[in-house]
C-alpha cells in the first residue's frame, strides 16, 4: 500500500490555464440543473486549489457549492483565496473528504469532478450512491485524463520498475489502470438509468520552456514518486534527471515550443427527472 500522496497547490497551478480548458469544456455541455424555486446546490469531488470551483459561481451565481478534497493543503490554498459570499449572492465553502467514501450528505442538484477520480479506484462503484443523493433530473458530470498509455505515463512506470528504482517505487506508474473507457462508463451509467453524453478529446498542448512535460508530471502523476522520496533529496534529483532525459526524447523541443498531447474523457449523466 503507498502512502497518500502529497500535493502542491503552486506546482499544480502553473499549467492551470491549460488544465482549466476541459473543465471549460465540461462545463459547456452540462444543461440547465432542476432546482427551480431555490439556489443549485453544487459538489465539486476532488476541487484541488479551487480556481475551477470558483468557475461554477459564474455559471450558477446564486448556487451553494462545496468543493471537497483529501489534500490539506490544497483546501488551504482554496479558503484563502475562493471561500465566502458570491457576488451572485451564493456561497463557496471547503471541506476535507476523501472522494472514496464520500456520499452526498443532502440532495444535490450537481455533482461534478475534474481531474480527480483517476486518483479514487473503483469510483465507478460508487455512482450509485451519488446518484441516490441528486435530485431528480439532477447531474453527475466529470473529467478524468484518460493518457495513461502516453509516453509520459508508460516511461514513468518502466522507470520505477527497474532494478534502481523497483524496491521504493514498484507499481508507481500503474496507479490509473482503473480509468475505464468511455464507452464502459456510458455502460454503467445506462445501467443506472441514466441519459448520458460521453466523449474524448485530444488536445495538443503546447508547453513552452526547457522540461515541460517534467513540469507539467510534477504537478501530478509525479506526485506519488515525490511523496515516496521526500526524505532522499538525492534519490529525488537522481529519478527527476533519469526520467527527464526519457522525456527529452519521447517528447522533443520544437522551435515553437513542445507539443503534449494530452486525451480526457468526459461524462456527463443526467439523472431521471422522476
Ligand atoms: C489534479 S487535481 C484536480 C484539482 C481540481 N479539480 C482542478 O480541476 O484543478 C486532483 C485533486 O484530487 C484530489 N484527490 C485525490 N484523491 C482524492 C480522494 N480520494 N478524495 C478527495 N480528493 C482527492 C487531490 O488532493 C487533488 O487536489
Request: hydrophobic share 40%.
Amino acid at each position: 500500500m503507498h502512502s497518500a500522496p502529497t500535493w502542491d497547490p503552486q506546482q499544480y497551478l502553473r499549467h492551470s490555464e491549460l488544465r482549466t480548458r476541459p473543465f471549460l469544456d465540461l462545463l459547456q455541455r452540462i444543461p440547465a440543473l432542476p432546482s427551480r424555486d431555490r439556489p443549485a446546490r453544487v459538489a465539486d469531488l476532488g476541487c484541488g486549489p479551487g480556481h475551477v470551483t470558483a468557475l461554477l459561481a459564474d455559471r450558477w451565481p446564486d448556487a451553494r457549492i462545496t468543493g471537497f478534497d483529501i489534500s490539506r493543503d490544497m483546501l488551504e490554498q482554496a479558503e484563502r483565496h475562493h471561500a465566502g459570499p458570491t457576488p451572485g449572492g451564493g456561497r463557496l465553502d471547503f471541506r476535507y473528504a476523501d472522494i472514496a467514501h464520500w456520499t452526498p450528505d443532502e440532495p444535490y442538484d450537481l455533482i461534478v469532478s475534474n481531474a480527480a477520480l483517476q486518483w479514487v479506484p473503483g469510483h465507478p462503484e460508487s455512482f450509485a450512491a451519488w446518484l441516490d443523493g441528486l435530485t431528480p433530473g439532477g447531474i453527475l458530470a466529470f473529467q478524468v485524463p484518460g493518457n495513461f498509455t502516453s509516453p509520459s505515463h508508460a516511461l514513468l512506470g518502466e522507470l520505477c520498475a527497474t532494478p534502481r528504482w523497483r524496491d521504493r517505487l514498484a507499481g508507481h506508474g500503474r496507479r490509473f489502470v482503473h480509468i475505464l473507457e468511455p464507452a464502459d462508463y456510458l455502460d454503467r451509467l445506462a445501467d443506472l438509468g441514466c441519459e448520458s453524453d460521453v466523449w474524448e478529446t485530444t488536445y495538443l498542448q503546447l508547453l513552452p520552456g526547457e522540461d515541460p512535460v517534467l513540469d507539467w508530471t510534477k504537478g501530478t502523476a509525479l506526485r506519488p514518486v515525490l511523496t515516496a522520496l521526500a526524505d532522499d533529496p538525492e534519490a529525488t534529483e537522481e529519478f527527476l534527471g533519469q526520467y527527464r532525459d526519457l522525456l527529452r526524447k519521447a517528447y522533443p523541443p520544437a522551435p515553437h515550443g513542445t507539443v503534449f498531447p494530452f486525451r480526457r474523457v468526459f461524462v456527463v449523466a443526467r439523472k431521471a427527472a422522476f
